[in-house]
């Protein structure tokens, strides 16, 4: 079997084919078909933003108006929850009616040397805005008009679940704001800062914040009454979840933001498509400016993956800005700038990274909600490589088509475009939503495990598992049957309209590689006279057969098992530690990084399939 490596990059690989009469295809035609019909799923009218949604690092800047920096000048607004040094993170409020730097003030807190106190980078607060100070925990962490890190050579700003918080004027150390918390002691440098008990200690959770109502917001008692608890993070907006909000269908998203009238810090999430009671996936999917055609999302491939999960009542939701009809949530700016190769973590020299890009161009409002998506080139391939790489666990991934000869000049090549995009793009989102190459594990090419995370079947989910043709991706994978992507005689192929995205139900039976009747087909029921050739011999073979049929390099013969992927998707990814943060390989350096922009998760290895001419 494959063993799992961790800490590298899990896509999905670019399946090449000639499509109507060119190349391997030999002049094979594309079937039609019927496609399959999607169950319903809430449909929202396009959403127009007001322009105070609109958040753009390309935005004009502001400009500061000189203030004095006295007690109630600038307002902490929330502290969030955490476990390591690096993960911590404090909201700024401004009060004022004017524009206001934050560079005015220190900050001094908690820290992973006792207490430590940071100065602030020049960032600029719109009146009545907010603004993120974090731990500057990599080097390579970018500051925006939202968020700004911050460190003290290896000190950064740490607490558990007690802990105090404190924006202080340095000409004459006089306290701007201060908030004491859990069981902690420490005094504000002004002592009339804070009075009475301390204000309740933050879980030893991740997603998690300690948090001024908006409603309360320019009530400073200083003291605990100005404070609770709530079990969502709302960075850069506006504290608007109550304390006893619920996610009662667990997409990580509070029902009172999925309901009419209902906000997610200032977002409208309801005018968006969220329902309360339906699990809601959101996605920002930015892509190059370019004119290769397999860069921009295609509107159909979109639908694909919609449709595929409406099936299971979970409603995907793709904000691709104002270029593609029917996929606007208002995004500002999804074209970004072009570069000849994009990359997901280190990137190579001259690539585009997707977290540097997340930084510049993505609202840090939706980093709890959405996961975030590029579009572009794969980094050094020239093309006939790796069509995306995804994060496990997490929320961000890229997908990587461009230079693969995509086109839409004939109904087979645009079948085949869209198709490759809707595979691509669902197969990286399961990655982010928790699964593997094979569902629970990194084994690939498992024929039970039929889902589009297999790299056996990103050439199409058969029609009819239960058929003479249930074995075709295996014959095409194995070059066998003179079977090819594009074949006519495949059902349901990438250049046709009836082409299958979904991911594995886990009802497939054990298929052990030591005893393997081919009648059993894929373990999902079997006809009279359908088999699958497993010992090749071009016959039904009516005692077991042993072979190893998942993995090409894998010679060991073992077990393979199906996974209910559909059961074990992991929706609330900011609220979890394993998709709120991780740890990376930097080289030998292991470090850990926050989970707000740099919110870099483990991601696993992807190779390229061989070509199916």
């Given at each position: 079997m494959h063993a799992a490596r961790p800490l590298l990059v899990l896509a999905t690989s670019i399946?090449?084919?000639?499509?109507?009469?060119?190349?391997?295809?030999?002049?094979?035609?594309?079937?039609?078909?019927?496609?399959?019909?999607a169950a319903a799923t809430p449909t929202p009218a396009p959403y127009i933003p007001p322009a105070a949604d609109a958040v753009s690092a390309d935005a004009p800047l502001l400009t500061a108006v000189a203030i004095p920096m006295v007690a109630g000048s600038l307002i902490i607004s929330e502290i969030s929850s955490g476990t390591y040094a690096g993960d911590h993170w404090i909201e700024i409020y401004n009060p004022n009616s004017v524009a206001v730097d934050i560079s005015g003030v220190k900050l001094r807190s908690s820290s992973n040397s006792g207490t430590s106190e940071f100065t602030l980078p020049s960032t600029v607060i719109a009146a009545n805005g907010y603004v993120v100070v974090a731990a500057k925990s990599a080097t390579?962490?970018?500051?925006?008009?939202?968020?700004?890190?911050?460190?003290?050579?290896?000190?950064?700003?740490?607490?558990?679940?007690?802990?105090?918080?404190?924006?202080?004027n340095p000409v004459g150390n006089v306290t701007v704001d201060f908030v004491r918390f859990g069981s902690d002691s420490t005094q504000p440098k002004t002592l009339a800062a804070w009075s009475g008990s301390n204000a309740p200690a933050l879980p030893a959770t991740y997603g998690s914040s300690l948090v001024r109502p908006?409603?309360?917001?320019?009530?400073?008692?200083?003291?605990?009454?100005?404070?609770?608890?709530?079990?969502?993070?709302t960075p850069a907006g506006p504290n608007d979840i109550a304390a006893n909000a619920v996610d009662a269908d667990n997409d990580g998203i509070p029902d009172s933001a999925e309901v009419l009238g209902g906000r997610?810090?200032?977002?409208?999430?309801?005018?968006?498509?969220?329902?309360?009671?339906?699990?809601?996936?959101?996605?920002?999917?930015?892509?190059?400016?370019?004119?290769d055609e397999g860069v921009k999302p295609r509107p159909e491939a979109l639908k694909k993956v919609v449709d595929a999960f409406a099936r299971k009542n979970i409603a995907v939701h793709f904000d691709t800005g104002s270029n593609i009809a029917g996929y606007n949530l208002g995004n500002t700016q999804s074209v970004l700038p072009f570069n000849a190769c994009l990359d997901l973590g280190t990137p190579k020299a001259g690539c585009a990274d997707v977290y540097v890009l997340k930084a510049k161009y993505f609202d840090l409002r939706r980093q709890p909600i959405f996961h975030y998506a590029v579009a572009g080139y794969e980094a050094g391939s020239g093309g006939a490589g790796i069509?995306?790489?995804?994060?496990?666990?997490?929320?961000?991934?890229?997908?990587?088509?461009?230079?693969?000869?995509?086109?839409?000049?004939?109904?087979?090549?645009?079948?085949?475009?869209?198709?490759?995009?809707?595979?691509?793009?669902?197969?990286?989102?399961?990655?982010?939503?928790?699964?593997?190459?094979?569902?629970?594990?990194?084994?690939?090419?498992?024929?039970?495990?039929?889902?589009?995370?297999?790299?056996?079947?990103?050439?199409g989910i058969p029609p009819n598992v239960t058929g003479m043709n249930a074995g075709q991706r295996w014959y095409i994978n194995n070059g066998m049957k003179n079977l090819y992507t594009c074949s006519a005689a495949v059902e349901a192929n990438m250049c046709s309209d009836s082409f299958i995205i979904d991911f594995s139900d886990g009802s497939s039976s054990d298929l052990d590689e030591t005893s393997l009747l081919e009648s059993n087909l894929l373990g999902r029921g079997s006809s009279t006279g359908a088999y699958i050739d497993w010992n090749g011999d071009r016959l039904l073979t009516g005692?077991?057969?042993?072979?190893?049929?998942?993995?090409?390099?894998?010679?060991?013969?073992?077990?393979?098992k199906d996974y209910n992927d559909w059961q074990n998707i992991n929706l609330a990814f900011s609220r979890q530690v394993n998709g709120a943060r991780s740890l990376r390989v930097n080289h030998s350096t292991v470090q850990s990084d926050i989970h707000l922009?740099?919110?870099?998760?483990?991601?696993?290895?992807?190779?390229?399939?061989?070509?199916?001419?």
């Open positions: 399946v090449l084919s000639a499509c109507g009469g060119g190349g391997g295809g030999g002049g094979d035609s594309a079937p039609t078909g019927t496609g399959t019909t390579n962490l970018i500051s925006t008009q939202q968020i700004a890190f911050v460190e003290n050579g290896t000190q950064l700003p740490y607490w558990g679940t007690s802990g105090f918080v404190e924006l202080f908006v409603a309360n917001i320019s009530n400073d008692s200083n003291s605990a009454i100005d404070f609770q608890v709530v079990s969502f993070i997610f810090a200032g977002l409208d999430l309801y005018a968006m498509g969220a329902r309360a009671g339906i699990k809601d996936i959101f996605i920002e999917l930015d892509y190059m400016s370019s004119v069509a995306g790489r995804g994060e496990i666990a997490g929320n961000d991934f890229n997908i990587t088509l461009g230079n693969s000869k995509l086109t839409a000049a004939n109904t087979a090549d645009k079948n085949f475009l869209i198709n490759q995009q809707a595979s691509t793009l669902m197969h990286e989102l399961g990655h982010n939503l928790g699964l593997h190459h094979g569902g629970f594990e990194a084994n690939n090419y498992k024929p039970n495990y039929i889902s589009i995370m297999n790299y056996l079947y990103n050439t005692m077991s057969v042993s072979v190893n049929i998942d993995a090409p390099d894998n010679f060991s013969k073992t077990v393979l922009l740099n919110d870099r998760q483990t991601v696993a290895q992807e190779f390229p399939t061989r070509k199916t001419q």
